[in-house]
């Protein structure tokens, strides 16, 4: 695999907002892309409990870029009321990149456990989402595609001393998408997959039955979407 070096500098200051810069640099000290951008100094209301992004940790992880252009070891943050990808230095800033991204993946502490995640865009128009759009991987099978669409919304609750108080409140929504067809499904069940694949159905009952599996978790639809030929 093609090594990058990643090199930060503040590039410049305009109207009191920090232009940051990042140039990747070949092995032959050439220069292979920039990816300038914008330091963001605030992400969330002062008056909204809970925080807006996946984890509040930086997690070292790595990006795809168009051209088949990757980056390693870069400290990210993903904003998940946005969908809005942050990048730091050294955990000190938060710069929002200028160059679109593709792809990005990180291992992030959640519930005092490591999880891996990976965020994916570039797939086809579903209704109000684009190619634009990024949706965690969960599974990824030769026919299926299983993916999360993950958010926060803010969320308003009115106390007994007629106070509002707001939160953050996180929500999900999935889809099988068939990789042939480029088409989704949205699914949340055994019942809705099947209604979904109806010429799968046989051979998503036998594999129910062999791995005792009820198909309402999205491990065990993991593992399905893998499976199915």
Same mark, same amino acid.
């Given at each position: 695999?093609?090594?990058?070096?990643?090199?930060?500098?503040?590039?410049?200051?305009?109207?009191g907002i920090?232009?940051?810069?990042?140039?990747?640099? *070949?092995?032959?000290?050439?220069?292979?892309?920039?990816?300038?951008?914008?330091?963001?100094?605030?992400?969330?209301?002062?008056?909204?409990? *809970?925080?807006?992004?996946?984890?509040?940790?930086?997690?070292?992880?790595?990006?795809?870029?168009?051209?088949?252009?990757?980056?390693?070891?870069?400290?990210?943050?993903?904003?998940?009321?946005?969908?809005?990808?942050?990048?730091?230095?050294?955990?000190?800033?938060?710069?929002?990149?200028?160059?679109?991204?593709?792809?990005?993946?990180?291992?992030?502490?959640?519930?005092?456990?490591?999880?891996?995640?990976?965020?994916?865009?570039?797939?086809?128009?579903?209704?109000?989402?684009?190619?634009?759009?990024?949706?965690?991987?969960?599974?990824?099978?030769?026919?299926?595609?299983?993916?999360?669409?993950?958010?926060?919304?803010?969320?308003?609750?009115?106390?007994?001393?007629?106070?509002v108080k707001?939160?953050?409140?996180?929500?999900?929504?999935?889809?099988?998408?068939?990789?042939?067809?480029?088409?989704?499904?949205?699914?949340?069940?055994?019942?809705?997959?099947?209604?979904?694949l109806p010429?799968?159905?046989?051979?998503?009952?036998?594999?129910?039955?062999?791995?005792?599996?009820?198909?309402?978790?999205?491990?065990?639809?993991?593992?399905?979407?893998?499976?199915?030929?």
């Amino acid at each position: 695999m093609r090594l990058f070096l990643l090199c930060f500098g503040i590039f410049f200051y305009s109207n009191g907002i920090a232009q940051f810069v990042t140039t990747n640099i *070949g092995p032959n000290g050439e220069t292979l892309f920039n990816l300038g951008s914008a330091l963001v100094n605030k992400i969330k209301p002062d008056d909204v409990e *809970g925080t807006p992004l996946l984890s509040e940790e930086w997690a070292k992880g790595t990006i795809k870029l168009r051209n088949n252009k990757q980056v390693n070891d870069v400290l990210l943050q993903y904003n998940l009321e946005h969908s809005i990808l942050y990048f730091s230095k050294d955990s000190s800033s938060r710069f929002e990149f200028a160059e679109r991204i593709l792809e990005f993946s990180f291992t992030a502490t959640m519930k005092d456990k490591p999880e891996s995640f990976v965020f994916r865009s570039n797939y086809p128009t579903n209704g109000k989402f684009n190619d634009r759009t990024f949706y965690r991987m969960m599974g990824e099978g030769a026919k299926f595609h299983f993916l999360k669409y993950c958010y926060k919304t803010i969320q308003e609750n009115f106390g007994f001393d007629k106070n509002v108080k707001r939160n953050y409140l996180y929500k999900e929504e999935w889809f099988l998408y068939d990789v042939q067809l480029k088409t989704f499904h949205p699914i949340s069940n055994k019942k809705s997959i099947l209604a979904a694949l109806p010429q799968y159905k046989e051979q998503i009952e036998a594999l129910c039955i062999k791995n005792k599996w009820s198909l309402k978790n999205a491990d065990e639809i993991t593992e399905l979407v893998k499976q199915l030929d």
